[in-house]
């Protein structure tokens, strides 16, 4: 299947700076990208859609000013979580789906420790 | 509402025994659904896939699921499982209203020497 990457894979952070997890797919295009949270013990928490070339949209209850994603082509987009506090800590997981449609496939996850 | 639920949360099983992990689709969803596999600390790894055509898909790791559209159903299972396939298995369904997937709230296989 299709490979998506994700980078960096585990990241600890003081309280109030940011950190920027990057997603690839690696050997497919993709219009479309995902950003998940996901809790211990729980099921995907779609945080935002990212579609290249324009703005991500956010789903209800997710602060897009502090939770900044980009996708500048067809094969990264970037989630920055600005001025990260403890409760920012989660695992968090991207994924892309093809320009052709059909499955989505998914990065390893980032690991995010804020102290 | 759109829906996928995956009818049990823990399915423990003994090595070598078969299995079936349950999940129903509500009928508003499309009908292109998947399972996916999570390991700990790992992403989703995308079992198998149903599209059209059919009913009965394959995957990897020997796993298979069938669609069965009047039971709205899409179990997943395996006719003899190892340690390894000790994992979080996640059923998903994609909403063309939404272009999003649902997921199910997981279920955990845990395979027993």
């Known amino acids: 299947g299709a490979v998506v990457s994700q980078h960096p894979s585990r990241v600890i952070c003081k309280s109030g700076t940011s950190v920027k997890i990057e997603c690839r797919s690696l050997?497919?295009?993709?219009?479309?990208m995902f950003w998940y949270r996901q809790f211990p013990k729980q099921s995907l928490m779609l945080m935002a859609t990212?579609?290249?070339?324009?703005?991500?949209?956010?789903e209800q209850g997710v602060e897009k000013d502090k939770f900044l994603i980009n996708h500048a082509s067809l094969t990264l987009s970037t989630l920055t979580v600005t001025s990260a506090h403890p409760e920012d800590s989660s695992f968090y997981i991207c994924?892309?789906?093809?320009?052709?449609?059909?499955?989505?496939?998914f990065g390893p996850g980032t690991r995010l420790t804020v102290l | 509402a759109q829906s996928v639920t995956q009818l049990d949360s823990q399915v423990p099983v003994f090595e070598e025994a078969p299995v079936e992990l349950r999940c129903n689709y509500s009928?508003?969803?499309?009908?292109?659904l998947f399972w996916y596999v999570q390991y700990p600390n790992q992403g989703l790894q995308l079992l198998l896939k149903?599209?059209?055509?059919?009913?009965l898909v394959k995957g990897i790791n020997g796993f298979e699921a069938e669609f069965n559209k009047s039971q709205t159903s899409f179990h997943l299972r395996k006719p003899s499982v190892h340690i390894s396939d000790t994992a979080e298995y996640f059923c998903?369904?994609?909403?063309?209203?939404?272009?999003?997937?649902?997921f199910g709230q997981g279920t955990t296989l845990q395979v027993k020497p």
């Open positions: 009928s508003s969803v499309s009908v292109y």
């Open positions: 994924s892309a789906r093809e320009i052709s449609g059909g499955a989505q496939f």
């Open positions: 050997d497919f295009q993709a219009t479309t």
């Open positions: 149903y599209l059209s055509g059919s009913t």
């Open positions: 998903a369904a994609f909403s063309s209203n939404t272009g999003k997937l649902i």
């Open positions: 990212s579609n290249e070339g324009s703005k991500a949209t956010y």
